[in-house]
């Protein structure tokens, strides 16, 4: 094995191992989806005076539990330094928005404070994520999310707070989310093509 | 490390925390003999701890490079990159 093919396998396989490190972006889309909807019925729900204002958010906190225990199991064969940063960064971030929901439903906060609230939670996460990840839509998304969080403060009913979230679940989770989601599959297909013409 | 199937594994070690032996077999496509043989001489170089556990009743074999076998891949990057200079 000459010098040169040994640079080269080192570049490929820490390239390889760089793509293991990249978010698939599954987890972001299915969470951003569940939280727009569940705004946007609420919104909905609030207008024609139909279920309790809170119904769709009972539904999401259920479908989400479903969802993790269904569809996300751990069966990840390789463990990377950014993948342990962030099952440690999602918990303090459920932690957070648990303690938020929280606050509302003892009336410590207001509907509309913790929502706002919980907006300038997901542009946190996405800063800690977009930045780890070396991941610009991400970092775009946290100022888009934190913008409409200060927005946030100056609504005064849960149907425009509903929209705003909808709104930060949109520019939060959902399109990075498919950006992300894109660019993985884009550079896992270039990967297999690198290992393959070895 | 001077065998190409060794650098693959190292290569692949220094950028995670630790790795399965399915992980590694299929990222670097050799054969599991192969890789039991490459994976066992690293181990006794003392370049990577190799873990045998059960996860959900299936044994499991973790690799993990340790801190001698970063200061080893940091020496052979090393000179490769002296010779590419020379």
């Given at each position: 094995m000459t010098r040169e093919e040994s640079l080269q396998i080192i570049q490929q396989m820490i390239?390889?191992?760089?793509?293991?490190?990249?978010?698939?972006?599954?987890?972001?889309?299915?969470?951003?989806?569940?939280?727009f909807a569940a705004s946007l019925f609420s919104f909905i729900n609030v207008k024609i005076t139909w279920l309790n204002p809170y119904f769709f958010w009972n539904v999401l906190g259920m479908a989400t539990i479903v969802i993790r225990v269904a569809f996300f199991r751990n069966e990840q064969t390789v463990k990377t330094y950014t993948g342990e940063l962030f099952k440690k960064l999602n918990i303090g971030f459920f932690i957070s928005l648990i303690f938020i929901v929280l606050a509302?439903?003892?009336n410590t906060l207001t509907p509309v404070g913790g929502f706002a609230l919980l907006i300038n939670l997901y542009g946190f996460w996405a800063l800690i994520y977009g930045t780890a990840l070396n991941f610009r839509p991400s970092v775009i998304a946290a100022f888009v999310t934190w913008?409409?969080?200060?927005?946030?403060?100056?609504?005064?009913?849960?149907?425009?707070?509903?929209?705003?979230?909808?709104?930060?679940?949109l520019a939060g989770f959902i399109i990075p989310g498919h950006i992300a989601r894109k660019q993985f599959k884009q550079t896992g297909r270039k990967n297999y093509n690198d290992i393959i013409s070895v | 490390m001077h065998s190409q199937l060794r650098l693959s594994v190292m290569s692949l070690l220094i950028s995670v925390k630790e790795a399965e032996f399915t992980f590694i077999r299929g990222k670097t496509n050799?054969?599991?003999?192969?890789?039991?043989?490459?994976?066992?001489?690293?181990?006794?170089?003392?370049?990577?701890?190799?873990?045998?556990?059960?996860?959900?009743?299936?044994?499991?074999?973790?690799?993990?490079i340790t801190a001698v076998g970063i200061a080893a891949f940091d020496e052979y990057v090393k000179n490769l990159q002296t010779y590419l200079h020379q």
């Open positions: 390239s390889t191992a760089k793509n293991e490190q990249k978010d698939d972006g599954k987890g972001w889309i299915v969470w951003g989806w569940l939280l509302i439903n003892v913008a409409l969080g200060f927005a946030a403060l100056f609504v005064k009913t849960f149907e425009e707070i509903m929209l705003l979230h909808a709104c930060a679940a | 050799a054969t599991a003999g192969n890789l039991s043989v490459q994976v066992n001489k690293l181990k006794e170089a003392g370049y990577i701890d190799v873990i045998k556990q059960f996860k959900d009743n299936y044994p499991q074999t973790v690799c993990k």
